[in-house]
C-alpha cells in the first residue's frame, strides 16, 4: 500500500530556531500534501494545502511567514517552522494524496512528528 | 454549527460487545466520508470510506451512510481491547480543488476486558 515517509518523528529544539520536517511518498506520486497540526486531546487542524509546483494555500489564522511549506516534487514536500516558540509545540502530521487514485479512497497519513520547543 | 460533529466520549464497551460511534456533517455537498483510527501519539489510520448511501462492510467494521439525515457511523463488531482509540470521522466535498478533508473531533473508545 501506500506508505508516506515523515521526518523526524520527534525532535526538540530552542525557541527561536527553525525546525524542518519532511514527508516522502514512497510508492506513489503526491500531488497535494496536506499539513495537519494536532494539539493534545484535540482533533486535527488543517495548516495548509500544497500541490506540487504551486505555493501553498494556507488556512485561516495560519502564518505562511512562519510555517514554510515547499512541495518542488510529486515526492517530497517539507514543512519548516521559523523562529519556533513553545507555543508551536504540536503533533505535525502530512497526508498525501495520490495523483492516480480518486479522492474517495482517502489519503496517506505520514507517521507524525512531535516537536517541542523549549 | 461545525462541519462535522462527533460525541467526544469516552465510549466505553465490555470486550465482545457492539461499539456504534456517530458523525453527523453539515455540508449537503459531501460525497465521500472516512473513518480513520487514531492510537494515541499516533498519527491516523484509514479504517473505511463509504460514499454511497446504506451500508458498507469490511470485517468487523460496518459503516453505514445516510445522506439525507446527513449521519454517518461505524459500527465495531466483536470489540478486543486493541480498538481502544480514537476514531475520527472525516469528509470530503471531491472534485476540483475541494480536497481537503475536514475532520471531527473523535470519539475516544475504550474497550474493556
Known amino acids: 500500500g501506500a506508505v508516506v515517509s515523515q521526518h523526524p518523528s520527534w525532535v526538540i529544539c530552542k525557541s527561536g530556531t527553525s525546525v524542518k520536517i519532511e514527508c516522502r511518498s514512497l510508492?506513489?506520486?503526491?500531488?497535494?500534501m496536506f499539513w495537519y497540526r494536532q494539539f493534545p486531546k484535540q482533533s486535527l487542524m488543517l495548516m495548509a494545502t500544497?500541490?506540487?509546483?504551486?505555493?501553498?494555500?494556507?488556512e485561516q489564522g495560519v502564518e505562511k511567514d512562519k510555517f514554510l511549506i515547499n512541495h518542488a516534487s510529486l515526492t517530497l514536500s517539507t514543512l519548516t517552522v521559523t523562529s519556533a516558540h513553545p507555543e508551536d509545540s504540536s503533533f505535525y502530521i502530512c497526508?498525501?494524496?495520490?495523483?492516480?487514485?480518486?479522492?474517495?479512497?482517502?489519503?496517506?497519513f505520514g507517521s507524525g512528528t512531535r516537536l517541542t520547543v523549549v | 454549527q461545525k462541519e462535522v460533529e462527533q460525541n467526544s466520549g469516552p465510549l466505553s464497551v465490555p470486550e465482545g460487545a457492539i461499539a456504534s460511534l456517530n458523525c453527523t456533517y453539515s455540508d449537503r455537498g459531501s460525497q465521500s466520508f472516512f473513518w480513520y483510527r487514531q492510537y494515541s501519539g499516533k498519527s491516523p489510520e484509514l479504517i473505511m470510506f463509504?460514499?454511497?448511501?446504506g451500508d458498507k462492510e469490511d470485517g468487523r467494521f460496518t459503516a453505514q451512510l445516510n445522506k439525507a439525515s446527513q449521519y454517518v457511523s461505524l459500527l465495531i463488531r466483536d470489540s478486543q481491547p486493541s480498538d481502544s482509540a480514537t476514531y475520527l470521522c472525516a469528509v470530503n466535498r471531491g472534485g476540483g480543488s475541494n480536497y481537503k478533508l475536514t475532520f471531527g473531533k473523535g470519539t475516544l473508545l475504550t474497550v474493556n476486558p
Open positions: 510508492d506513489f506520486q503526491a500531488t497535494t
Open positions: 500544497s500541490n506540487e509546483g504551486s505555493k501553498a494555500t494556507y
Open positions: 497526508s498525501a494524496r495520490d495523483r492516480g487514485q480518486a479522492t474517495l479512497y482517502g489519503y496517506t
Open positions: 463509504i460514499y454511497s448511501n
